[in-house]
């Protein structure tokens, strides 16, 4: 019997032989409690409108590679130059992945061992910083990451950081104090990159304030690679010296990190990120990462990568016509930031009636907060995860006026279960990639 075309295979198959159970049994055997925790996990992330706009849901194909044999592999170094032997099949893997990154951004050089996004900023600082050297980036109560030198992380510990903010007007990125400060400061590195952060970021003028101080530019677009590869946010690549990303936000791969860079940079970032920062590479991931960035050079992905920015503009219309003031007043990417000042109703209160209610997101400061940070006046959304599982415009109206239902009346029990039955009933329409409901 011929099989179906996605059925077909120019390698060996697995024997379709019955599990051996007694010798080396399925997790629901051998751990009952983590199979059904996963299980659980599965059916939160099927049954409810997850917004966080770091998070979104991996093919099927990119959790069979995460959950591959290549978890058994150690393999220091870099293909053609191991540390250990056996690397027969790495090595492919590997290249292929590198191979595929590149295409998929342009770039002349990736590294993609790093095991997240924090790893791989660090191994920049690594490659082209002492400790105590002079770095600037965006501080976080403005939307900057704790890795861009914020002063309970590492790279605020051990270098001199310099953190520039947005302006009080607009909030939006202050390239005047960029500048200001690079000029004081004269910063070896200038971190451009975000994490609650709605607008687009102006790379080529972060370039030239980069190359009046002798800076290296640092993109960080973990949150909008997958924007920049489906051509809905302007590419870095060719403007920065060097450009890191995790691999699982917008880009929907596995949980990972890499870093990309000119080829004269190549020897620095391997050197930083092994030896000088980590040992053996996750191939597992690494093959994960392969498989995501085929999918990220199909149309499909583009369609979704579109449909990201689509929701976001509409949801953020939408709940502003519900009220809600929105940070820089709308958004150019995937996030939307809200500051609940105006509904009375602090950020964390909020985000806590909202998941009850089926719809989850995080809470998080706002530019000038007057509130602490671990309870903040604002929440922080995302349209990944929804535009992965084909929601679009009609489901955004939907959102925007459940959210505001809920946000008024955040201790009122009923409405949060009535409102979580209905976003129930709607995922139901709208299968997540991954998932077998
Ligand atoms: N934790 C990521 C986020 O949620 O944006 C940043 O590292």
Same mark, same amino acid.
């Not at 069979?64 to 130059?81: D, F, H, I, M």
């Not at 342009?106 to 900023?121: D, K, R």
């Not at 690594?126 to 861009?148: K, R």
């Given at each position: 019997m011929r099989l179906a075309r996605e059925e077909t295979h120019d390698y060996p198959v697995r024997p379709m032989s019955s599990p051996p159970v007694l010798r080396d049994p399925p997790l629901a055997t051998r751990d009952p409690e983590i199979a059904r925790l996963v299980r659980e996990e599965e059916l939160r992330e099927a049954h409810k409108l997850r917004l966080i706009p770091s998070e979104n849901y991996v093919s099927r194909a990119v959790l069979e590679a995460t959950g591959s044999v290549?978890?058994?592999?150690?393999?220091?170094?870099?293909?053609?130059?191991?540390?250990?032997?056996?690397?027969?099949?790495?090595?492919?893997?590997e290249e292929?992945?590198?191979?595929?990154v590149k295409a998929l951004f342009g770039a002349e050089h990736v590294n993609v061992q790093p095991y997240s996004g924090s790893p791989a900023n660090l191994a920049v600082y690594l490659a082209f910083c002492q400790a105590g050297d002079p770095v600037?980036?965006?501080?976080?109560?403005?939307?900057?990451?704790?890795?861009?030198?914020?002063?309970?992380?590492?790279?605020?510990k051990y270098f001199?950081?310099?953190?520039? $903010?947005?302006?009080?007007?607009?909030?939006?990125?202050?390239? @005047?104090?960029? *500048?200001?400060? #690079?000029? +004081?400061?004269?910063? %070896?590195?200038?971190?451009? $990159?975000?994490?609650?952060?709605?607008?687009?970021?102006?790379? @080529?003028?972060? *370039?030239?304030? #980069?190359? +009046?101080?002798?800076? %290296?530019?640092?993109?960080?677009?973990?949150?909008?690679?997958?924007?920049?590869?489906?051509?809905?946010?302007?590419?870095?690549?060719?403007?920065?010296?060097?450009?890191?990303?995790?691999?699982?936000?917008?880009?929907?791969?596995?949980?990972?990190?890499m870093i990309l860079c000119r080829a004269e940079y190549a020897k620095d970032i391997d050197r930083a990120v092994f030896p000088g920062l980590q040992g053996g590479p996750h191939n597992h991931t690494t093959a994960a990462i392969a498989v995501a960035a085929k999918e990220a050079s199909e149309p499909e992905f583009k369609r979704y990568a579109e449909r990201v920015v689509e929701n976001a503009r509409v949801l953020a219309e939408c709940l502003l016509a519900?009220?809600?003031?929105l940070v820089t007043g709308g958004t150019d990417n995937h996030?939307?930031?809200?500051?609940?000042?105006?509904?009375?109703?602090?950020?964390k209160v909020a985000a806590r009636a909202l998941d009850r209610a089926g719809i989850v997101c995080n809470y998080n400061s706002?530019?000038?907060?007057?509130?602490?940070?671990f309870d903040p006046s604002g929440i922080r959304l995302g349209t990944p995860a929804i535009s992965s599982r084909g929601m679009g415009t009609d489901e955004m109206r939907r959102l925007a006026k459940w959210m505001s239902q809920v946000v008024s009346a955040p201790d009122d029990e009923a409405l949060g279960a009535r409102v979580a039955a209905e976003v129930r009933e709607l995922c139901q329409n709208f299968p997540p990639p991954g998932i077998v409901i």
């Amino acid at each position: 019997m011929r099989l179906a075309r996605e059925e077909t295979h120019d390698y060996p198959v697995r024997p379709m032989s019955s599990p051996p159970v007694l010798r080396d049994p399925p997790l629901a055997t051998r751990d009952p409690e983590i199979a059904r925790l996963v299980r659980e996990e599965e059916l939160r992330e099927a049954h409810k409108l997850r917004l966080i706009p770091s998070e979104n849901y991996v093919s099927r194909a990119v959790l069979e590679a995460t959950g591959s044999v290549l978890t058994n592999k150690y393999s220091e170094g870099y293909p053609g130059r191991r540390y250990y032997e056996g690397q027969q099949i790495i090595d492919q893997v590997e290249e292929l992945a590198c191979a595929r990154v590149k295409a998929l951004f342009g770039a002349e050089h990736v590294n993609v061992q790093p095991y997240s996004g924090s790893p791989a900023n660090l191994a920049v600082y690594l490659a082209f910083c002492q400790a105590g050297d002079p770095v600037l980036g965006l501080a976080l109560p403005a939307g900057g990451h704790l890795t861009h030198g914020w002063n309970v992380s590492i790279t605020g510990k051990y270098f001199k950081s310099f953190g520039y $903010g947005v302006r009080p007007t607009d909030h939006r990125i202050d390239l @005047d104090e960029v *500048r200001r400060l #690079a000029r +004081e400061h004269r910063p %070896k590195i200038i971190w451009c $990159g975000t994490t609650a952060y709605p607008r687009v970021l102006e790379f @080529d003028k972060f *370039r030239e304030i #980069a190359d +009046e101080v002798g800076a %290296k530019l640092c993109a960080d677009i973990s949150h909008i690679a997958g924007l920049v590869v489906g051509g809905v946010h302007p590419s870095p690549i060719g403007i920065a010296d060097v450009v890191t990303t995790t691999t699982h936000k917008t880009l929907r791969g596995p949980r990972g990190g890499m870093i990309l860079c000119r080829a004269e940079y190549a020897k620095d970032i391997d050197r930083a990120v092994f030896p000088g920062l980590q040992g053996g590479p996750h191939n597992h991931t690494t093959a994960a990462i392969a498989v995501a960035a085929k999918e990220a050079s199909e149309p499909e992905f583009k369609r979704y990568a579109e449909r990201v920015v689509e929701n976001a503009r509409v949801l953020a219309e939408c709940l502003l016509a519900e009220g809600f003031s929105l940070v820089t007043g709308g958004t150019d990417n995937h996030l939307i930031l809200i500051d609940l000042t105006n509904r009375n109703v602090p950020g964390k209160v909020a985000a806590r009636a909202l998941d009850r209610a089926g719809i989850v997101c995080n809470y998080n400061s706002v530019p000038f907060d007057k509130r602490k940070p671990f309870d903040p006046s604002g929440i922080r959304l995302g349209t990944p995860a929804i535009s992965s599982r084909g929601m679009g415009t009609d489901e955004m109206r939907r959102l925007a006026k459940w959210m505001s239902q809920v946000v008024s009346a955040p201790d009122d029990e009923a409405l949060g279960a009535r409102v979580a039955a209905e976003v129930r009933e709607l995922c139901q329409n709208f299968p997540p990639p991954g998932i077998v409901i």
